[in-house]
């Protein structure tokens, strides 16, 4: 494997002139009644969308939202179809990547309740420069999936000239691969940028409201060479090469989309964007319960098939390592968790001075706000700008009401061996409810473009003394603090103190004394600091992100779907995922989490209330102030709603 991938995700200034992002505010949104949603998918591999972007995945096709998914490489890997016990059939990278793509045709056929061996609809789609994929569609009870296959060779141990091979060198062109039986007989070549225009071409025909990647920007991970190769990842990076390059054409893509639209006139394009970590699983506690790991193995058993199965494709049913009960008994475990790369609630809550919601979040790479109107009415998104941002924003609340909003800025996205970094940026409000000032950086706590990329979702909080105190996670995986004093003046950024290895997914809460106190998922236990200082005694081991109110911690132990309250006592909220918590006076400690079908439910007052009716959601939030105890939630359209339990 090369290690010209590790230091590169940026995204080389392609050959043809393309606009550049534009992150000034004011942008008219793409509107329109009725905006369906749907959902694009960019993987290297067939199965990365069922290991890593699932349950989320299948949620949302659930709840009827047509789903497509692009797999950028053919997954002919060492064209070895191989199942434990059984003698090694010859190399046939051809016939193995069918086999594969059969799999994924009897998992997501499955998944829309038809028999495995339902016939697809199979064809060629021209992308343009010479370049073909192949298309698979089908439908069911208004249900429907597509399946594009751009063929590109993926990455082994003896082929260096692969898809991390084509992200960094810009004279590098590929010969896609033609997989047995397909529709395709000239797939084309790939250079970079026809791989980056391919990508943005699939992104304007569909026009996704939602959009998954794999992680653009791999945690580190240290460890012998050895170990590195025996698990197929990149030096020094908890993931495979095919994953990051993948997902870093992917986001080039993205940007590359909305500065066009903008560019040629158009609104921009309402989507949201969320990146999943890969083999990032294996490293930490497993974070789904039994109920929704089992239903995400599920989908993997009829991708894996069997040999004796006749599903009608001559090359194979499927891949066959795969199959049966194999899912849960590999070592890696990689099915056992599901892990965003920017975790958080997806949307900032706060209140204007009149009383109405205001909500700020991410849409087309862009800071938007979404103001209620009439209670649980919202109007569209107004453009803060800034892009092209993560999909997660971290705010704070001033002692005068104005509003402080922290994101992840990819500052630069250049070309192979120029600079790629990301960097902490703060959109302040100029007055309570009204305008804000011009987006400022406030950097990195790391020096250098490739350790920016390990930044974590910025959490913040006001304490009581005025002082807003910032936080995220380092590249040395550990929490960087940087304060602002109550007269607007940033110190440095430090790191905590402790050998603390944590997860990203921060919670911080102030305590009835004015105390700041700061939670994270640690590699061996939950860490703790109160007020920049790390906390004596021992914490449990959490298995997922975790929640803090008026100083409490809210955990779930690895592989568990009970919520443990502060003294380690059921606090009354099974289910999985992340979890939000605030503090009411007249309530108590309020909760917000989804049960295993990823329903919304709130813990308040000693009741359970769970949201059983009415559009998915991608973000939900929580706020707890005069009106009680509300819910905002956003659609897989672009579209808030709210809920008052």
Known sequence: MTTALVTGCSVPAPRRTSPAA???????????????????QIVA??????????????????????????YVTAGEHTGVNRIKGMPASPPDRAAYSSARRQGLRQSYARALGLPLFTPWRREALALG?????????????????????L??????????????????????????????????????????????????ALLRRYRPTVVHTLDPDPDVQPGSDANRRRDSEQPGYSDHGDHTAAACFAWAALVRWVAEEIRDGAPVPVFTAT??????????????????????????VPYGGDPSWACGNPSGCGDYGVGGGRPLTNRKGWVRSTHRRWPGPGLALGQAPDGRLVAYGVLGLRAVRFREGAPGAWGG???????????????????????????????????????NRREVVLLEQRSPGGPFLAWRGLGSPDRGSDRSRRLGAPVAVTAPDGRVRLYVRNAARGVAERVREPD?????????????????????????????HLYAAGRESVRHWVDGREAPGALPLSGSTVASADGGLYHRAP????????????????????????????????????????????????????????????????????????????GPDGRPWSWRP
Not at 411 to 419: C, I, M, Q, S, T
Not at 623 to 631: A, E, L, W, Y
């Open 22 to 40: 534009d992150p000034a505010p004011g942008k008219p949104f793409a509107g329109g009644e009725p905006r369906r949603a749907s959902l694009l």
């Open 151 to 200: 063929d590109l060779p993926m990455h082994t141990p003896r082929r260096y000239t692969a898809l991390p091979s084509l992200w960094e060198d810009r004279g590098l062109e590929l010969s896609a691969h033609r997989s047995a039986g397909s529709p395709v007989t000239r797939p084309g070549p790939y250079d970079h940028d026809g791989l980056v225009a391919a990508l943005t």
């Open 488 to 516: 607007g003046g940033w110190g440095p950024w430090r790191t905590l103190p402790g050998d603390a290895v944590v997860q990203d997914g921060f919670a911080v809460s102030t305590d009835a004394a004015g105390r700041t």
């Open 381 to 419: 998104p107004e453009d803060l700008g800034g892009g092209p941002l993560a999909p997660v924003l971290g705010s704070a609340v001033l002692p005068d009401g104005r509003a402080l909003l922290f994101g992840v800025r990819f500052a630069a996205l250049e070309g192979h061996g120029g600079p």
């Open 559 to 634: 592989a568990s779907a009970r919520l443990l309250g502060p003294d380690g006592e059921d606090a009354g909220l099974d289910g999985y995922g992340e979890v939000r918590a605030a503090r009411s006076a007249a309530l108590g400690t309020v909760l917000l989490g989804t049960d295993a079908e990823g329903r919304p439910c709130v813990r308040a007052g000693g009741r359970l209330r769970t949201r059983a009716a009415g559009p998915a959601a991608v973000a939900a939030a929580l706020h707890v102030g005069d009106r009680g105890v509300t819910v905002v939630g956003l």
């Open 129 to 149: 420069g010479g370049r073909t994929a192949e298309r698979a569609v089908l439908e069911h009870g208004g249900r429907r999936v597509e399946l594009v296959h």
């Open 45 to 70: 591999h067939p199965d990365d969308d069922l290991y890593f972007m699932n349950p989320d995945a299948q949620r949302l096709l659930d709840a009827g939202v047509p789903l497509v998914s692009v």
């Open 275 to 300: 990146a999943f970590r890969g083999y990032y699983n294996r490293h930490w506690p497993k974070n789904l319960p039994p109920g929704v790991l089992a239903g995400k193995a599920a989908r993997l």
